[in-house]
């Protein structure tokens, strides 16, 4: 079955840049749209974007265009979220999940990675 | 790109029933039926409970419900079970963006 395991915790400085993997294993990964969603302390689930790896065709939450890329490898099976100018209010934790449908970057996301705390902090 | 709308809270005892609302717009919930809910315990990965308004995947118990109306969705749990007490989002696909809901937390007393 399909699993997917994220990269560790990671401690930024701010406005620093930050780097998630997201390794797939077990089924079909190039096909299936992996999306990153975070939340913050006390806050609920924020859609980042999302990225079809055999496509390469992506989708980036207004709020995040221009400072947030996602990227995948087809080799190794893994997306990848890079976000840059970190502040604080980056402080959560970052999910990344695939979708239940292939080929489709809005299909409801059936699988999820552990999650990734990443902290920014001086 | 506005998060949807739902309750900040809702409570019922066991064996009760509750419905969580989840209020679009006609860009998002009005417009696509890639509707989508998940249950959220504290520390753990959020879990898929309902997809494409109505549909439940494998391994969901037919307790767990959804529905649309309009720009509005709604997530009704019956049978309500102690483990059931957890955050829950909606979801909604927009054409170039998806958004949630800001969630609703489920008390079971």
């Known amino acids: 079955q399909v699993q997917l395991v994220q990269s560790g915790a990671e401690v930024k400085r701010p406005q620093s840049s930050l780097k998630v993997s997201c390794k797939s294993s077990g089924g079909s990964f190039s096909s299936y749209a992996v999306s990153w969603v975070r939340q913050a302390p006390g806050q609920g689930l924020e859609w980042m974007g999302g990225?079809?790896?055999?496509?390469?065709?992506?989708n980036i939450a207004r709020q995040f265009q221009g400072r947030v890329t996602i990227s995948a490898d087809e080799h190794t099976s893994i997306v990848y979220m890079e976000m840059g100018r970190l502040i604080s209010e980056d402080t959560a934790v970052y999910y990344c999940?695939?979708?239940?449908?292939?080929?489709?970057?809005?299909?409801?996301?059936?699988?999820w990675g552990q999650g990734t705390m990443v902290t920014v902090s001086a | 790109q506005s998060a949807l709308t739902q309750p900040r809270s809702v409570s019922g005892s066991p064996g009760q029933s509750v419905t969580i609302s989840c209020t679009g717009t006609?860009?998002?919930?009005?417009?696509?039926?890639?509707v989508s809910w998940y249950q959220h315990h504290p520390g753990k990965a959020p879990k898929l409970l309902i997809y494409?308004?109505?549909k439940r995947p494998s391994g969901v118990p037919d307790r767990f419900s959804g529905s649309k109306s309009g720009i509005t969705a709604s997530l009704t749990i019956s049978g309500l079970q102690t483990d059931d007490e957890a955050d829950y989002y909606c979801?909604?696909?927009?054409?170039?963006?998806?958004?949630f809901g800001g969630g609703t937390k489920l008390t079971v007393l």
């Open positions: 006609r860009s998002d919930i009005g417009d696509y039926n890639s």
């Open positions: 999940a695939r979708g239940y449908y292939s080929n489709y970057l809005g299909s409801a996301f059936e699988i």
């Open positions: 979801c909604s696909f927009a054409g170039s963006y998806t958004v």
């Open positions: 494409d308004v109505t």
């Open positions: 990225i079809i790896p055999i496509s390469g065709t992506s």
